[in-house]
């Protein structure tokens, strides 16, 4: 099934001044952070740690996607452990088959995502990444840590995960610093798992908007596949919180994945 491009089609049309002002709003800082010279420099260094660590090859190719070249790097399965190791204990045998199906709608968002993954050379060429959107405790990230485990085994591709009080203590520490280096890792894989990169409430302060949009505008701008999780329930409460120059390259030509349900943490029958 195709799915429209935004987080909804049926939602109220977004105001086509708030990218503007949203780009207006953090373009200062995200050009300290996204200075040229500097980007490049933290982009090559991450990719020579890629090449010495065997998960990508010295030319920045991706090993396992070159039919013509051996496979002389890490086996998907050390690439998997790496992915489980970031995700934590919790999710760590999260897949497609584990989670838990109780309405039409999660067997729908299954569906949605075995379907991205039968066309994942297709999506990988052209960048397009997943958003899944809907309330916590949803189980979006194990639906996309599931969906990561397949395109692993099966295309032995490069995934990492990234949550967002992570992201932003990293932003922390190296503001005012070297702070392009630091990004360097979450720009160059195939696959950029995003958790949730909203505070739990308001928006965005301008720094994380800028250290956000660097990541992502440089991902799209290189049709690198960012799938991320928000915690939002439709477009307008998107842009709202992260910014609407962000979202438009997150969900351009993505899946989108509509996680309306009640939270999995809580008895199904409270209340």
């Given at each position: 099934m195709t799915q429209p491009n935004g987080l909804d089609a049926m939602d109220t049309p977004r105001d086509p001044g708030s990218a503007i002002r949203t780009t207006n709003r953090s373009s200062d800082h995200?050009?300290?952070?996204?200075?040229?010279?500097?980007?490049?420099?933290a982009i090559s260094r991450s990719r020579r740690r890629w090449a010495d660590a065997g998960m990508i090859g010295d030319d920045g190719s991706d090993t396992f996607q070159d039919p013509e070249r051996p496979a002389t790097h890490r086996a998907p399965q050390t690439r998997l452990e790496a992915l489980l190791a970031a995700v934590g204990g919790r999710y760590r045998h999260c897949t497609l088959d584990t989670f838990r199906c109780n309405s039409p709608e999660q067997r729908h968002a299954v569906e949605q995502l075995r379907g991205y993954i039968d066309r994942w050379e297709d999506h990988r060429r052209h960048g397009r990444g997943i958003v899944a959107i809907g309330g916590v405790g949803g189980g979006k990230d194990h639906l996309l840590i599931?969906?990561?485990?397949?395109?692993?085994?099966?295309?032995?591709?490069?995934?990492?995960?990234?949550?967002?009080?992570?992201?932003?203590?990293?932003?922390?520490?190296?503001?005012?610093?070297?702070?392009?280096?630091?990004?360097?890792?979450y720009l160059y894989c195939r696959v950029l798992i995003l958790s949730d990169p909203l505070p739990p409430r308001g928006g965005l302060t301008d720094h994380q908007a800028a250290t956000v949009q660097l990541i992502i505008?440089?991902?799209?701008?290189?049709?690198?596949?960012?799938?991320?999780?928000?915690?939002?329930?439709?477009?307008?409460?998107?842009?709202?919180?992260?910014?609407?120059?962000?979202?438009?390259?997150?969900t351009a030509d993505a899946t989108i994945i509509k996680c309306d349900w009640p939270s999995y943490r809580r008895p199904l029958n409270e209340g």
């Open positions: 995200a050009g300290r952070l996204g200075d040229g010279d500097a980007l490049e420099r599931g969906a990561a485990r397949e395109i692993i085994a099966e295309h032995g591709e490069t995934v990492r995960w990234l949550s967002g009080p992570r992201l932003f203590s990293e932003a922390r520490v190296h503001m005012g610093k070297d702070e392009a280096a630091w990004v360097g890792d505008d440089e991902r799209y701008r290189n049709r690198r596949p960012t799938w991320t999780t928000l915690n939002v329930q439709n477009s307008s409460e998107a842009d709202e919180r992260m910014g609407a120059s962000i979202v438009d390259r997150l």
